[in-house]
């Protein structure tokens, strides 16, 4: 079944201390990005990757880091999370830069307290 | 700098009517829109693609139109049911840097 899947779906941390969200596709996509959804602000997108080693920061980039060692994976890294990154995050993927459906995971809900 | 507005935020109607949701967008440099659907708590899944060079696309119930010269689209529900009680959110992929800029969403609400 074509999907993509994050992890962990739920969290909650501590100030500080850092961490990781995986997400994976299983559809051979190229683009694969990160975006987090916050009352009244809606989807903003934190960075975006087109291919292998390539990664582009989005709208709201700050305090975050990605990585794109392989095709089907692409973390996201809260390397000193704090509680203003409070929120819902999706990861999502589409087969092309331009041409094709995005494909949206779960999300996975952080609370950073 | 793209923005996406989407009116009305939310809307309720009763079950069987047809209804038309609304996206507006400022910068019509865009390589493509999407709309999407969103239940409470879950991932977004995509309805409709469509290109630039594209006017309208069709699934189902579910007609999205596009004019770029002024910066909208349409979603029309034809028939609506109780199931279609959802979020709505359109999103363009711009031309430059093939960001996707997404609107706030209209939140459906359908009365059996």
């Known amino acids: 079944e074509a999907q993509v899947t994050q992890n962990p779906r739920y969290l909650i941390t501590v100030t500080g201390k850092k961490l990781t969200v995986t997400c994976s596709q299983n559809m051979n996509h190229e683009y694969m990005s990160w975006y987090r959804q916050d009352p009244g602000l809606g989807l903003r997108q934190i960075y975006y990757?087109?291919?292998?080693?390539?990664?582009d920061k989005g709208d709201v980039p700050e305090g975050y880091k990605v990585s794109r060692k392989e095709k089907r994976n692409f973390p996201l890294i809260l390397e000193s999370p704090s509680p203003n990154q409070t929120s819902l995050y999706f990861c999502a993927s589409s087969l092309s830069r331009r041409e094709n459906t995005i494909y949206f995971g779960e999300g996975s809900w952080l609370t950073v307290v | 700098k793209q923005e996406v507005t989407q009116i009305p935020a939310a809307l309720s109607v009763p079950e069987g009517e047809n209804l038309v949701l609304n996206c507006s967008f400022t910068?019509?440099?865009?390589?493509?829109l999407q709309w999407f659907r969103q239940d409470p708590g879950k991932g977004l899944t995509s309805l409709l693609l469509?290109?630039?060079?594209?006017r309208e696309q069709t699934s189902g119930r579910l007609n999205a139109s596009l004019d770029k010269s002024s910066g909208r689209s349409t979603l029309y529900i034809a028939a609506s049911q109780p199931g279609d009680s959802a979020t709505y959110l359109c999103a363009v992929r711009e031309n430059r840097d093939d960001k996707i800029i997404f609107g706030k969403g209209t939140r459906l609400h359908i009365l059996p």
């Open positions: 990757s087109m291919n292998v080693e390539v990664t």
């Open positions: 469509i290109q630039s060079s594209q």
């Open positions: 910068d019509s440099a865009i390589y493509n």
